[in-house]
């Protein structure tokens, strides 16, 4: 019996621990895991795009990253306002600071270009020099451009003396538009080691992203953005909501902010989406005891790109 | 006594009206004349630069301009709220807007570039692709390639409507630089039959000026700007002073005007001059009820840089 019970207890402890050992095995420690966190916990970034389009957009967003509820951005290298971010960063070396890379000029009253010389990247440009105010289906853009493009916004961002955590795209037009020019970024990205924004939640649209990634690529779990059909007056409703029903894993909430102010309202004024009143409710709520309450009610910890990028892999 | 006086009469008609036609021969017409105005009337053209620049800019030269009293304005092709002013003449025909030719992206958290692919006009940027902040003395700029920007530059702007009265020159570069910028600029005015900003009082120091001009080339005869030494407090002063002891002939008064506003002081925030504040003095003053009844009382007339360029030859 003894014996008997011995063999049981080898056999028993062999299918319990071998299982769990399988298990850990084919399940990979999910992100929040190697952050330290457990494999439930809710992580979001706070992030804020279009960092240097406007001193509107600068000056509301570095008092967002100052209240430390917003706590990433990501800075856009081709537009006239960055020279400004580009001297916080380098006077801030520790805000979480990436590059916004972008391909279009998308506002009617005021606009740039690309950093590459125009002649260089055809496809990109308007018959102004301007990148182009949006692309049309399918897009006739050159990946190569587009490499190019990308290289020579990371470098005029370094030679300014920002020292970026992570890279994205605006308008997201560098993970829409097919492998081409996804594995364009992420070659850029590979060669500057630096972690690209991708969701794996955009995998079922668009496959291409995951059979491009690499073992050591970074994949984060979800991200939020509000929707143009939400109405002005429910604007707090939809990030309340967001934040209430948070899954487990890193979340990157994606914001744009800036001041209702004359200089925005003139630069968006053609129309209402990602305008001046837009950014200036993202800056009300992300910068408001609320949301501040909402973090530390819904158990979510902040973590940054930089975390990301330095979590074991 | 008759035939003696006859004989007199003749000799003193003689030496009378062959003297005065002589005269006639020996003093062309003045630009005054030319326009039909007396030989000693005071003609001006309260000028805003910089238009483009910046949306506070705009927004204060505009309603200068919408005031009537100030009656001209030229516009920087390359500066990011470029296309909102050529918005604005597009849809203002009648507006005297000229082309503000610009080399230089002078301000430090805010910058531009040039309109040409900058690997054609290496010697105009620095290294992060801006125009450069200033030049060094001599300046090494390459004469061919300002002709290849300025074309660009005026390409741009008609291609998006601005239908250009005249040209001048961002911070004077075009002027102050010796006989083969100048030229250069001279030679692209010839071919677009523009007007260029040339004024009799920069002879003495520039004499390449006088003698790269044509037969039919446009000089007005005086220009008044305001010095940075004149105390904020002394602004009106200044301007008061220099319309009561105005010369006759044509003068062009070389004004600044942008509101005293967040973009504005942000933009120029390393340096008073030509900052926010005074475009807002500038503002102020060329607005007021004053300026308007010194001009009555003067008996100063406003003219256009379109007039001079339609007076007879």
Chains 1, 2 share one sequence.
């Not at 917003?70 to 600071?97: G, Q, R």
């Not at 990148?131 to 990371?154: G, M």
Request: charged share 25%.
């Amino acid at each position: 019996m003894h014996k008997f019970s011995g063999l049981f207890f080898r056999v028993f402890a062999f299918l319990v621990f071998g299982a769990a050992s399988l298990a850990a095995q084919s399940t990979p420690k999910s992100l929040a895991e190697k952050l330290g966190y457990a494999r439930d916990a809710k992580l979001v970034i706070v992030h804020a795009d279009d960092l240097g389009m406007t001193h509107s957009v600068n000056a509301a967003s570095i008092k967002g990253l100052e209240s430390g509820l917003v706590n990433s951005a990501s800075i856009m290298a081709p537009c006239p306002w960055f020279p400004e971010m580009a001297d916080y960063a380098k006077t801030h070396p520790d805000a979480d600071l990436g590059l916004h890379l972008t391909l279009t000029s998308e506002r009617v009253f005021y606009r740039w270009g690309p950093v590459a010389p125009k002649d260089k990247v055809p496809s990109l440009v308007d018959s102004n020099g301007y990148f182009q105010l949006s692309w049309t289906e399918p897009p006739h853009i050159d990946a190569k451009e587009v490499e190019l493009e990308l290289r020579a916004q990371i470098e005029r961002a370094m030679a300014m003396g920002v020292r970026p955590t992570h890279l994205d795209s605006h308008q997201y037009r560098l993970f829409q538009n097919g492998a081409e020019m996804f594995q364009s970024a992420l070659r850029v990205a590979h060669d500057y080691k630096l972690p690209v924004f991708v969701v794996r939640d955009w995998f079922a649209d668009h496959p291409y992203l995951e059979t491009s990634l690499s073992a050591g690529d970074l994949v984060v779990d979800h991200t939020i953005t509000i929707d143009p059909g939400v109405r002005p007056e429910k604007w707090a409703d939809f990030y309340r909501s967001a934040l209430k029903n948070l899954q487990p894993g890193v979340t990157v909430f994606i914001i744009h902010l800036a001041f209702d102010d004359e200089e925005m309202r003139s630069a968006t004024r053609e129309r209402d989406t990602w305008g001046a009143a837009w950014r200036q409710r993202d800056f009300d709520f992300f910068t408001s005891a609320e949301f501040r309450a909402l973090l530390r009610e819904q158990n979510i910890h902040l973590v940054t790109w930089r975390e990301l990028a330095h979590a074991p892999k």
